[in-house]
């Protein structure tokens, strides 16, 4: 850093003045200039005075002044000039000055940056301001803030802030204790709201008459959130805040003194009763301490006549001891002020034996304050001596069992120092017994836990009464009780803290409560009714499922009683729900006919029991509701359907049986006895199926063979193994066909139900066998027939193409004159139509020979991925050149994207050509003829063609699916062709597993669509 002393800059150049102006030490503002380039500053001679600072004259160094800056300070004010040289302006902020004395300086400094020709910062001019003042009270206004907010808020009694209108703006959080209010229910609230019985115009006027610093008292009644009332001491005082005045309610609960003063009057009483019962011995000494008056219990004490005592001097009855120090007794109380004195001293009875007492002396002053008579109370200690060894030997039997317990005690002085602690306390405050003696409580504590025990005990010594409070400290939960200490005179001398680890019982509490949580949950979401019914009938308490039930709200239920359940069925003699509220029975269980009030019906089952306590005594009924509508609907369609059923068995043709669950026949019908005469004496409800199984077995009358001359052991084998009857197989079992020796077949079908029941039904098929023998020999010979025609066309296929290739390429070699000219034109006219009726014959042949050879099973794909955009543009440009000459528009709208397709390329083409072919024919001139290839949701490919044609109807597209079938219509006449198209193209699109779709309607057009499954898309990436 630059030093300014070794180069100082001449008195012209000084930046400053040497002078401040008298205004500006009035201002208390001085100037500076800091010159960058040479790191110094000068000061004039006010901003010198303001920093005390005589080493500060002239041009010095700015690190002078650096030192008198605190770091923190320092930081900020490199800072600021770090935010000038980067472009600033100017400079301002407060900072401290240390002065040489000691005290600090809080300087506001503002400054204006000079800067040359390139903004180069050169120097900086300023002004500087004492704001020591105003940042003291600044920081003085925030304290006081803070110590009113303490102060409020530690106060041990309720206080309320009110407006000049008397409305509440503040309170502390013992106010709201108190009243049992948030502070925001408070706020706004008049006088009236928590004092209800005063005139709050008259009290408003009252309190506007104060003066601030005189405060007065009143007592009055005030009322809690719940309507409970409570009398208080309310102090108000008077305050000015922004001009507006405000009053401060300390508002304390003299409940407790109010008792406390009814039980000192009743304590004076009772004193008085004893003083008059001479259960102490009491005197009245003159002011030259001589004897006025002594009662017997004194003389009884001394063993002397009253006599003896009166007029003489108290110190004759003095120890020797206690005589020495008389004149000092007297002197302590004199110079104390005390009304009353109490000591502990010897007096000597008649026979000269020191008898210990407790001497109370108390001055019974005139109106000019002397005291003309002292009452002594004396109470004789022998007894207490002897009770305070006893004491002493019980204190230390209690503190072994203090030290024992598990529960902690501490025993503390009203500021909480601890003067007692037991092991189980020092465990809980992490130290030992004999370190936490005389240690304050609260450092043991953090400081939260501190400031919380701290209000506690306040509370507890200020209100005389205990608090019961759980508190966590660490893992464990401790059930705390703080009581207050009291000595003889019913002040508060200290605390007794009690605390007892309550972790188990709250785990448990809080499973009880989740437990009970749980069983309200279950009790309010069952789906059937339940209630709580009074021994008396009335309803305590109903879910919503009841409610539902009986279509009534739960308030109207539980101003009822259970005759709203219904009534029972007449067979009973008594409501059994009576009986059960009257004791006459444990439970019931009752279906009921429940008329509800919207005039509907309902069945309901009801279900209770008596809840008794321990001792047996019964508290409540639970009762269960069911609503059983339904069941009773369904019991009545059964015995309906069971009425049918036994009439359907009677008129159905086929044989029945019914077995029950134990295989003994249920139900049976005249058809079975028809079908099986020799089962007549055998047939009948309750025969077990074994009987009959053996009774068919042995007799012969069912064969699974038609052979009936089969041996004998082998039959009957194969038909127990599948006569179908209970317990003979699964559940269900297929049919079965069955011969009688007479030559007639039966069809056997057994299914068993759920509930374990097998039936049995046996139909005739004699007729239905015949007429299959006889349709078997028919499809057998058709089938031998069309294989035939299937494989003579197959065989054919060579001989019939060979020829019809040559007269195809002849007539093409004549047709293009590969041999030279033709004599005539008309030849070659000729061998056009020789090669275009070849072709045409060919495609005819062609088609024919491939359905043939799909219907013999020949037919043989060669599949490969095949990608459809090109594949349609392909057989779109085959086509082009008929479309055009047609004026037909024809598209290829399949997209390059489409995944591929597992098919046969070939066959693939073909069935676009056949059905692009259909679609170019049908469509008059200027239609539009479009391809298309999408993909379904579940992944297959559908590949359509679409025209604006002719279009056919339902009937046209079942010709048009027939093999040489064509639709009739002069536009169809004029266009020829064989019907094979669509009958091929639905062939080879069955042999690629799809389905040919046709959506026609006349005169709108066609779309034909083939249909793949999703098998055969081919996805990229996908193998």
């Not at 304050?440 to 506690?456: E, I, K, M, P, Q």
């Not at 013999?856 to 090109?870: C, F």
């Not at 005169?1003 to 081919?1018: D, E, K, M, N």
Request: charged fraction near 25%; hydrophobic fraction near 40%; charge should be negative.
């Amino acid at each position: 850093m630059h030093d300014a002393t070794k180069n100082p800059r001449p008195a012209s150049q000084d930046p400053l003045p040497l002078r401040a102006s008298a205004v500006d030490r009035l201002a208390g503002i001085g100037r500076w200039h800091w010159d960058q380039p040479q790191r110094t500053l000068a000061c004039c001679d006010a901003m010198r005075a303001l920093l005390d600072g005589d080493d500060l004259e002239g041009i010095v160094p700015l690190r002078t002044l650096l030192r008198r800056i605190p770091v923190e300070d320092r930081r900020l004010l490199w800072r600021a000039l770090r935010r000038v040289r980067d472009g600033a302006q100017t400079l301002r902020l407060t900072i401290r000055v240390r002065r040489p004395n000691g005290s600090w300086l809080h300087l506001r400094a503002l400054a204006v940056a000079d800067r040359d020709q390139t903004g180069r910062l050169g120097s900086l001019l300023g002004l500087g301001q004492d704001v020591t003042r105003q940042v003291e009270a600044a920081l003085a206004l925030a304290a006081s803030e803070t110590r009113y907010r303490g102060i409020l808020e530690s106060a041990g009694d309720p206080i309320f802030v009110y407006d000049q209108d008397g409305k509440v703006i503040d309170a502390n959080p013992q106010a709201c204790a108190a009243t049992a209010y948030t502070l925001e229910e408070l706020r706004g609230r008049p006088i009236s709201f928590i004092s209800p019985y005063i005139a709050e115009a008259e009290v408003i006027r009252s309190w506007r008459e104060l003066i601030p610093g005189r405060p007065v008292t009143r007592q009055g009644v005030h009322r809690r959130k719940d309507g409970s009332e409570y009398p208080v001491e309310v102090r108000v005082g008077v305050f000015v805040s922004s001009g507006e005045r405000h009053f401060v309610a300390i508002a304390r609960d003299i409940s407790e003194r109010q008792r406390i003063v009814r039980e000192t009057t009743l304590a004076a009483q009772r004193f008085r009763a004893i003083f008059d019962l001479d259960l102490i011995g009491v005197g009245v000494l003159d002011t030259t301490r001589r004897w006025l008056e002594v009662n017997d219990v004194l003389l009884t004490l001394l063993g002397r006549e009253r006599a003896e005592l009166i007029g003489r001097s108290w110190s004759a009855v003095l120890d020797a001891e206690d005589r020495l120090r008389e004149d000092q007794l007297w002197r302590d109380m004199s110079r104390e002020g005390r009304s009353s004195y109490a000591v502990d001293l010897h007096l000597r009875d008649a026979r000269g034996r020191p008898v210990p007492v407790r001497l109370s002396m108390g001055a019974a002053r005139g109106g000019d304050g002397l005291a003309p008579q002292y009452i002594l109370l004396v109470q004789d200690l022998s007894e207490r001596r002897a009770w305070e060894a006893a004491k002493a030997e019980s204190e230390a039997r209690l503190r072994s069992l203090i030290n024992a317990t598990t529960d902690a005690i501490a025993l503390l002085d009203p500021d909480g120092t601890i003067r007692v602690l037991n092991r189980a306390g020092a465990r809980l405050l992490g130290t030992t017994s004999r370190q936490a003696l005389g240690r304050s409580f609260y450092g043991f504590l953090d400081r939260g836990r501190a400031v919380t025990h701290r209000h506690v005990f306040h509370d507890v010594l200020s209100t005389q009464l205990p608090v019961n409070r759980e508190e966590r400290w660490g893992e464990r939960w401790m059930d705390i009780v703080v009581f207050p200490v009291l000595d003889g005179n019913g002040k508060a001398m200290g605390l007794t803290l009690y605390a007892r680890d309550v972790t188990r019982r709250r785990e448990t509490e809080q499973r009880l409560q989740d437990n009970e949580a749980r069983l309200r949950g279950a009790f309010d979401s069952a789906v059937h009714g339940i209630a709580l019914l009074s021994l008396q009938g009335g309803f305590l308490r109903v879910n919503g499922a009841l409610c539902r039930i009986v279509g009534q709200e739960a308030a109207l239920l539980l101003s009822a009683d259970h005759s709203v359940l219904g009534q029972p069925d007449p067979e009973h003699d008594e409501d059994p729900l009576d009986a059960l509220l009257g004791g006459r029975s444990p439970d019931c269980s009752v279906e009921r006919r429940l008329q509800r009030p919207d005039g509907t019906e309902a069945w309901i089952h009801v279900a209770g029991s008596i809840v008794r306590a321990e001792d047996n005594t019964p508290l409540h009924v639970v009762v269960h509701v069911q609503d059983i509508t339904l069941r009773r609907q369904a019991e009545k369609r059964a015995r309906t359907a069971e009425s049918h059923l036994l009439e359907a068995a009677a008129l159905m043709s086929e044989g029945l049986l019914l077995f029950d669950e134990d295989n003994r026949l249920v139900l049976y019908n005249e058809a079975y006895l028809r079908q099986m005469p020799e089962l007549t004496d055998v047939v009948h409800p309750g025969v077990s199926r074994e009987t009959i199984v053996r009774r068919v077995v042995d007799d012969g009358l069912l064969f699974v063979s038609p052979d009936p001359l089969e041996a004998q052991e082998d039959q009957t084998e194969s038909t127990i193994d599948h006569m179908p009857l209970p317990g003979m197989g699964p559940r269900t079992s297929a049919p079965r066909e069955f011969r009688r020796p007479d030559g007639r077949w039966y069809l056997v079908r057994t299914s068993r139900t759920g509930a374990g029941y097998t039936l049995v039904l046996g139909s005739d098929i004699t007729d239905l066998k015949t007429r299959e023998h006889t349709l078997a020999s028919a499809k057998e010979a058709a089938e031998l027939a069309n294989r035939a025609k299937s494989e003579f066309l197959a065989n054919m296929s060579h001989e019939l193409r060979t020829p019809l290739n040559a007269i195809i390429g002849f007539s093409d070699i004549i047709q293009n004159t590969m041999f030279g000219a033709i004599g005539n034109p008309v030849y070659a006219e000729y061998a056009r139509r020789i090669h275009e009726s070849g072709l045409h014959l060919l495609d005819i042949i062609s088609d024919i020979l491939d359905l043939s050879k799909i219907e013999a099973g020949e037919l043989t794909l060669e599949e490969a991925p095949v990608a459809l955009a090109p594949l349609g543009e392909e057989t779109r440009q085959m086509l082009l050149t008929r479309a055009e000459l047609k004026g037909i528009h024809l598209l290829n709208a399949i997209a390059p994207d489409l995944p591929a397709l597992w098919a046969d390329a070939l066959r693939l083409k073909q069935i676009l050509i056949n059905l692009m072919t259909n679609a170019v024919k049908y469509t008059p001139e200027g239609g539009e003829v479009v391809v298309r290839a999408s993909v379904r949701p579940e992944g297959g490919v559908t590949l359509s063609v679409e025209d604006n044609g002719i279009g056919m109807d339902a009937e046209g597209i079942r010709i048009a699916l027939t093999p040489f079938g064509q639709v009739e219509s002069t536009y169809t006449r004029r266009q020829g062709g064989t019907g094979l198209g669509l009958p091929l193209t639905a062939k080879l699109v069955d042999a690629h597993d799809g389905l040919l779709e046709i959506q026609s309607s006349p005169g709108r057009g066609t779309t034909v669509s083939a249909l793949f499954p999703s098998a055969r898309t081919i996805w990229p990436g996908v193998n």
